[in-house]
């Protein structure tokens, strides 16, 4: 059993949870009927009464916001109508990312079975940037458009709004990002983190943020509700590549917008899933690993335009064709994912200044701009730490920033703002350039911030355990029950349990290059409970005593299927000698 709530394996702390109130967990156990544990489990998601339990397991639509709480909806919903009414020309412009490409097939999709005189426009990344561009703009005013919708973007485009303004064009602002005091000078502003919004929902994804707008219009045009829930597959997508919080309503939308993807999946999933040979039901999980980097990777490689083809494509073929270009995309990106890794590892391992501090920034002006942010996560895989990528681009040092558990990168940029052209973001990942005459200067800035506020245990990687239990509590109910915490993400993580002593029944091998195969049993648990376990890139702890020697784990249950039998497995997250 545990001593203390922390304990140190190596350089991966175990945090365990701390048990919730008895009377809540015992009152509740017995109104649910389930186990102590699982009921402990929902007291730390803030589940602590019936009705609570009922909303999270059986999440319904009807409980879904008013849209129209959202500040300047009503605003946003009149223009668009006047538009519709003068029959103006609507241009839906959106970020070449995921949520901003989903956000841009959903308005898109839903406004054009309402109004013919429209089209969208995703910014190259390589000439104009993320965000509103000026080139944007100039098309918008070359082909006649009076009305330009944004999405996942504009929250910091003031002098970009301006611009357009001088031309005579309207700006809908949609967005989600972190807000400044001052805001964009444009006819509506959406975004339900601008601090004088009132919405409940903070941590809405871009693509929640165009759902609402359509919601709103929909409310204003009397559109029956199943028109509006056929897109909510996409907001399911965002929700899950852009690593919100996975509760309150962003729960309700990734819940319906699943079940939607696994039984009326749209032509363009249906392709993708056909290219990435993804036959079973669609997880979160498979979003993020599967799904998501196929279509960020067309803007990563060559056009975002690519994936809004595909997401909103009316037939198999069509999507089948944009499928394949942006599987292509997708190979180029691993490839050149997998070269700028080892070329930045390589520069990390043969500078001992930079392998000694608490942060990374490399720079590179060769390298590739679109996969600077996904080098920037695998950094951390190694040195766990606060990272920034940077290539040149346009003049510029130009890249992409990721954190590590408690620290707010976006918050340290801001103490840098002086010295950057432009950033922006979440706490945990942001987007930035820097002149480059200034990079040394930045650099020497944000490691010192960094050194004054970061904490040892935020640099020390971190697995939180829900509850230890014994093999034994692991019964066809208890996985059936906990299943139905899905989905899981941010704040409903997958949950993590710990079991104490328990040992291989001296079938431990290496497997694949480098994962540990196991059979785990505990003798004195009183009734023979074993359960197959891979424990993945972890083959550095096998030994010939797993047998004969106990040992802690902390792992996941999932179904592993093989031969047509489906059996509970142990997915070992790490193991304690």
Same mark, same amino acid.
């Given at each position: 059993?545990f001593?203390?709530?922390?304990?140190?394996?190596?350089?991966?702390?175990?945090?365990?949870?701390?048990?919730?109130?008895?009377?809540?967990?015992?009152?509740?156990?017995?109104?649910?009927? =389930?186990?102590? =544990?699982?009921?402990?489990?929902?007291?730390?998601?803030? =589940?602590?009464?019936?009705? *609570?339990?009922?909303?999270?397991?059986?999440?319904?639509?009807?409980?879904?916001?008013?849209?129209?709480?959202?500040?300047?909806?009503?605003? %946003?919903?009149?223009?668009?109508?006047?538009?519709?009414?003068?029959?103006?020309?609507?241009?839906?412009?959106?970020?070449?990312?995921?949520?901003?490409?989903?956000?841009?097939?959903l308005?898109?999709?839903?406004?054009?079975?309402?109004?013919? #005189?429209?089209?969208?426009?995703?910014?190259?990344?390589?000439?104009?940037?993320?965000?509103?561009?000026?080139?944007?703009?100039?098309?918008?005013?070359?082909?006649?458009?009076? &009305?330009?919708?944004?999405?996942?973007?504009?929250?910091?485009?003031?002098?970009?709004?301006?611009?357009?303004?001088?031309?005579?064009?309207?700006?809908?602002?949609?967005?989600?990002?972190?807000?400044?005091?001052?805001?964009?000078? /444009?006819? %509506?502003?959406?975004?339900?983190?601008?601090?004088?919004?009132?919405?409940?929902?903070?941590?809405?994804s871009?693509?929640?943020?165009?759902?609402?707008l359509?919601?709103?219009?929909?409310? %204003?045009?009397? =559109?029956?509700?199943? +028109?509006?829930?056929?897109?909510?597959?996409?907001?399911?997508?965002?929700? /899950?590549?852009?690593?919100?919080?996975?509760?309150?309503?962003?729960?309700?939308?990734?819940?319906?917008?699943?079940?939607?993807?696994?039984?009326?999946?749209?032509?363009?999933?249906?392709?993708?899933?056909?290219?990435?040979?993804?036959?079973?039901?669609?997880?979160?999980?498979?979003i993020?690993?599967?799904?998501?980097?196929?279509?960020?990777?067309?803007?990563?490689?060559?056009?975002? #335009?690519?994936?809004?083809?595909?997401?909103?494509?009316?037939?198999?073929?069509?999507?089948?064709?944009?499928? *394949?270009?942006?599987?292509?995309?997708?190979?180029?990106?691993?490839? &050149? !994912?997998?070269?700028?890794?080892?070329? %930045?590892?390589?520069?990390?391992?043969?500078?001992?200044?930079?392998? #000694?501090?608490?942060?990374?920034?490399? @720079?590179?002006?060769?390298?590739?701009?679109?996969?600077?942010?996904?080098?920037?996560?695998? &950094?951390?895989?190694?040195?766990?730490?606060?990272?920034?990528?940077?290539t040149?681009?346009?003049?510029l040092?130009?890249?992409?920033?990721?954190?590590?558990?408690?620290?707010d990168?976006?918050?340290?940029?801001?103490?840098?703002?002086?010295l950057?052209?432009?950033?922006?973001?979440?706490?945990?990942?942001?987007?930035? /350039?820097? *002149?480059?005459?200034?990079?040394?200067?930045?650099?020497?800035?944000?490691?010192?911030?960094?050194?004054?506020?970061?904490?040892?245990?935020?640099?020390?990687?971190?697995?939180?355990?829900?509850?230890?239990?014994d093999?034994? !509590?692991?019964?066809?109910k208890?996985?059936?029950?906990? #299943?139905?915490?899905?989905?899981?993400?941010?704040?409903?993580?997958?949950?993590?349990?710990?079991?104490?002593?328990?040992?291989? *029944?001296?079938?431990?091998?290496?497997?694949?290059?480098?994962?540990?195969? &196991?059979?785990i049993?505990?003798?004195?648990?009183?009734?023979? +409970?074993?359960?197959?376990?891979?424990? @993945?890139?972890?083959?550095e702890?096998?030994?010939?005593?797993?047998?004969?020697?106990?040992?802690?784990?902390?792992?996941?249950?999932?179904?592993?299927?093989?031969?047509?039998?489906?059996?509970?497995?142990?997915?070992?997250?790490?193991?304690?000698?």
């Amino acid at each position: 059993m545990f001593d203390t709530i922390l304990i140190r394996n190596m350089d991966i702390r175990w945090k365990l949870k701390e048990v919730g109130d008895l009377e809540t967990i015992k009152k509740l156990s017995s109104e649910l009927n =389930i186990s102590n =544990i699982l009921s402990n489990m929902l007291v730390h998601r803030g =589940i602590d009464s019936y009705e *609570k339990a009922r909303l999270f397991f059986r999440p319904k639509l009807d409980d879904l916001h008013d849209p129209f709480l959202l500040k300047d909806m009503d605003i %946003a919903i009149n223009r668009i109508i006047k538009a519709i009414d003068n029959n103006e020309k609507i241009l839906i412009y959106g970020d070449y990312d995921v949520d901003g490409t989903t956000s841009v097939a959903l308005f898109y999709s839903f406004l054009k079975k309402q109004y013919n #005189n429209i089209d969208f426009y995703i910014p190259n990344r390589y000439t104009e940037g993320y965000g509103i561009s000026y080139k944007g703009i100039d098309f918008a005013k070359e082909n006649g458009f009076s &009305l330009v919708i944004s999405f996942d973007c504009g929250i910091k485009a003031i002098e970009q709004v301006k611009y357009a303004n001088t031309l005579n064009i309207d700006f809908i602002i949609t967005d989600h990002h972190i807000a400044d005091d001052q805001l964009p000078d /444009a006819i %509506a502003v959406i975004d339900p983190k601008r601090p004088d919004c009132g919405y409940p929902e903070k941590n809405l994804s871009g693509c929640g943020v165009s759902y609402k707008l359509a919601s709103g219009l929909a409310k %204003a045009m009397n =559109i029956a509700d199943d +028109v509006l829930h056929s897109y909510l597959d996409l907001v399911a997508i965002s929700i /899950a590549a852009d690593i919100v919080p996975l509760i309150g309503e962003n729960r309700t939308l990734a819940y319906w917008g699943l079940k939607r993807l696994n039984e009326v999946p749209r032509f363009g999933i249906q392709a993708i899933m056909q290219e990435s040979k993804l036959s079973r039901e669609i997880t979160i999980s498979d979003i993020v690993f599967l799904i998501a980097p196929r279509i960020n990777a067309a803007g990563r490689i060559h056009t975002g #335009n690519t994936a809004v083809e595909l997401l909103i494509a009316n037939d198999y073929s069509k999507a089948s064709e944009f499928a *394949k270009i942006i599987n292509e995309d997708n190979i180029t990106r691993k490839d &050149l !994912d997998a070269q700028i890794t080892e070329d %930045a590892l390589n520069m990390l391992d043969g500078d001992s200044i930079a392998a #000694n501090k608490k942060a990374t920034i490399v @720079f590179n002006k060769d390298w590739h701009k679109g996969v600077v942010g996904i080098v920037a996560s695998r &950094l951390i895989d190694t040195y766990y730490r606060p990272t920034i990528v940077l290539t040149e681009s346009e003049g510029l040092a130009t890249g992409s920033a990721r954190s590590v558990k408690g620290f707010d990168i976006y918050a340290a940029l801001e103490k840098c703002s002086d010295l950057l052209v432009h950033f922006g973001g979440h706490m945990y990942a942001a987007g930035l /350039a820097v *002149k480059l005459e200034n990079l040394d200067i930045f650099k020497k800035r944000f490691f010192e911030i960094v050194e004054n506020s970061i904490t040892e245990d935020m640099l020390t990687p971190e697995i939180e355990i829900d509850a230890e239990i014994d093999l034994k !509590d692991i019964t066809p109910k208890f996985y059936k029950i906990l #299943n139905q915490f899905a989905p899981f993400g941010p704040d409903n993580m997958k949950p993590v349990f710990v079991t104490s002593s328990v040992y291989d *029944k001296g079938y431990a091998k290496v497997v694949g290059k480098n994962h540990l195969k &196991l059979t785990i049993h505990k003798p004195d648990d009183g009734n023979g +409970v074993t359960f197959d376990a891979i424990a @993945f890139k972890q083959s550095e702890a096998y030994n010939n005593d797993m047998s004969k020697i106990p040992f802690d784990i902390c792992y996941t249950i999932e179904e592993n299927e093989w031969n047509g039998n489906i059996n509970l497995q142990l997915n070992i997250r790490d193991i304690k000698k």
